[in-house]
C-alpha cells in the first residue's frame, strides 16, 4: 500500500524551515527520499534503515520511526534549490528485492527569495 | 547526473499499438528496474531484471514486458498500448546487493 505524506504543498521563504512527514500502513525495513525537479529524474537524499540511526546531509536531515511506520524529513534554513517534489518511498520488510519501491504521492516544496 | 540514460525523451503513439523505451544502466551496476509516474503522482513500481531475468513485478498486466542484456542495459515493452498508459517512464540502476537506485530522467510516453 501506498504511504502517506503530509503536507501535500508547502510554501516556504528563503531560511525557513520545513518538515515532511511520511506514513505507511504496513511494517518498513527502509524509507527512501528523492527529490524531482520539474521534467527532472528523482534525485536519492538519503534512506534510514530499520534499526539505523537518524541521518543527515548538510541542513537536510531525517528520521525513521520502526515502530509507527513513519518517516520525517527536515529541511533547514531552505535555499531556492530546495524547491521541488519530494518523494518517500518504502520497502517492506518481508524480504521484498531491493530495486522494488513503494512511493507516496509526493509532497511540492516551494521556496521564495 | 546518475549516469543512467534512456531513450528517447518524448514519444506520441496511438491507442493499440506498441511502444519500446530503452535504458542504460549506470556503469558498474547490474539492475534495473522500471516505474512509471502519473502526473502529479509517485512513481509506481513495474518490474525489476537482475541477471537478464525479472526478479520482481508490480501490479502491472502482461502486456507490459522487459528485457536486460548482457550489458545491464534494458527495454520495456508496452503492448495494446491504453490512454491511461500515457505517463513519464523511469528508469533505475543499482547493484542488487544494495538499496539507492539511480534515476534516469525518463521517456514521456503520450498516447492519443
Known amino acids: 500500500q501506498q504511504p502517506v505524506q503530509s503536507p501535500q504543498a508547502v510554501i516556504l521563504r528563503e531560511g525557513e524551515d520545513a518538515v515532511i512527514n511520511c506514513s505507511s500502513s504496513?511494517?518498513?525495513?527502509?524509507v527512501h527520499w528523492y527529490r524531482q525537479k520539474h521534467g527532472e529524474a528523482p534525485v536519492f537524499l538519503m534512506i534510514?534503515?530499520?534499526?539505523?540511526e537518524q541521518k543527515g546531509h548538510d541542513k537536510i536531515s531525517a528520521s525513521f520511526n520502526e515502530k509507527k511506520q513513519q518517516s520525517s524529513l527536515y529541511l533547514t534554513a531552505s535555499q531556492l534549490s530546495y524547491s521541488g517534489t519530494y518523494f518517500c518511498g518504502t520497502r517492506g520488510d518481508g524480504g521484498t528485492s531491493y530495486g522494488k519501491l513503494t512511493f507516496g504521492q509526493g509532497t511540492i516544496l516551494t521556496v521564495h527569495p | 547526473e546518475t549516469g543512467v540514460t534512456q531513450s528517447p525523451t518524448h514519444l506520441i503513439k496511438t491507442r493499440g499499438q506498441q511502444v519500446t523505451l530503452r535504458c542504460s544502466s549506470q556503469s558498474g551496476h547490474n539492475t534495473v528496474s522500471w516505474y512509471q509516474q502519473a502526473l502529479g503522482q509517485g512513481p509506481q513500481f513495474i518490474f525489476q531484471y537482475y541477471r537478464e531475468e525479472e526478479n520482481g513485478r508490480g501490479n502491472f498486466p502482461p502486456r507490459f514486458s522487459g528485457l536486460q542484456f548482457p550489458n545491464y542495459s534494458s527495454e520495456l515493452n508496452v503492448n495494446a498500448l491504453e490512454l491511461d498508459d500515457s505517463a513519464l517512464y523511469l528508469c533505475?540502476?543499482?547493484?542488487?546487493?544494495?538499496?539507492?537506485?539511480?534515476f534516469g530522467s525518463g521517456t514521456q510516453l503520450s498516447v492519443l
Open positions: 533505475a540502476s543499482s547493484l542488487i546487493s544494495s538499496e539507492k537506485l539511480f
Open positions: 504496513k511494517a518498513l525495513y527502509s
Open positions: 534510514l534503515l530499520k534499526g539505523g
